[in-house]
């Protein structure tokens, strides 16, 4: 059964710019879940969605946004990028709702310069 | 609302040696799921072991055992037998059970070194 799937492995924007990352859950996985990973915050939840619609949100900026669709895959979109939004995204992917195992893709690199 | 500490940012272990990770808690619920993920060079995260908070019996994965104590809000985990492939980052980690989410808290991590 093939894991999480997050694509691009890694990217490189200039500030201002915007970024979209994807994630392709586990088959048959309903519930997608975002993470910002920084050596200084740690790892930091931005937002989950369950059956395309956004259940819970962490504390960022409008800046950050995100989707799901119908096949459960998930984008997150960053707009004005900031050099701080730097940091390593990971995505995670679970059967559906509460007291379920996360299971975790390796994650999109994004370099803000 | 929910917290996690992990207060040894770094650790390190004799090659077959046993080692303790430390992580303490805090909430308000009385039913939730504690986890520890191993985080390798690779990035990507690997759940290690999970307890429920509702049983007492602590949790083992073969050479990895926690040491869960609900009314001192501690759970910690312990490598037996230490092997270099254990080397790694590693988070515990906070879920409320029976909430409509999914959504973990992490603590700020233990970095473990295997020493051969």
């Known amino acids: 059964k093939a894991g999480v799937t997050q694509t691009p492995r890694y990217l490189i924007k200039t500030r201002g710019q915007q970024v979209t990352l994807s994630c392709s859950p586990i088959?048959?996985?309903?519930?997608v879940s975002w993470y910002q990973q920084t050596p200084g915050q740690g790892l930091q939840f931005l937002f989950e969605?369950?059956?395309?619609?956004?259940?819970n949100k962490g504390n960022f900026p409008g800046r950050f946004s995100g989707r799901q669709f119908s096949n459960s895959r998930s984008e997150m979109n960053v707009s004005t990028l900031e050099l701080g939004d730097s940091a390593l995204y990971l995505c995670?992917?679970?059967?559906?709702?509460?007291?379920?195992?996360?299971?975790f893709g390796q994650g999109t690199r994004l370099t803000v310069v | 609302a929910q917290t996690v500490t992990q207060s040894q940012p770094e650790m390190s272990v004799q090659e077959a040696e046993t080692v303790t990770l430390s992580c303490t808690y805090d909430?308000?619920?009385?039913?939730?799921?504690l986890f520890w993920y191993k985080q390798p060079p690779s990035r990507q995260m690997i759940l290690v072991i999970r307890?429920?908070?509702?049983?007492?019996q602590n949790a083992t994965e073969n050479r990895f055992s926690v040491n869960f104590q609900k009314a001192a809000k501690s759970f910690s985990l312990k490598i037996s037998d230490s092997q270099l492939g254990d080397a790694a980052m590693y988070f515990c980690?906070?879920?409320?059970?029976?909430?409509?989410?999914?959504?973990?808290?992490f603590g700020t991590g233990t970095l473990l070194a295997v020493q051969p």
């Open positions: 995670a992917s679970s059967l559906g709702s509460g007291n379920t195992e996360a299971f």
């Open positions: 088959s048959g996985h309903r519930s």
């Open positions: 969605y369950f059956s395309e619609t956004q259940r």
């Open positions: 909430t308000s619920e009385s039913d939730y799921y």
């Open positions: 307890q429920e908070a509702y049983k007492q």
């Open positions: 980690a906070y879920r409320r059970a029976g909430g409509a989410t999914n959504k973990l808290i």
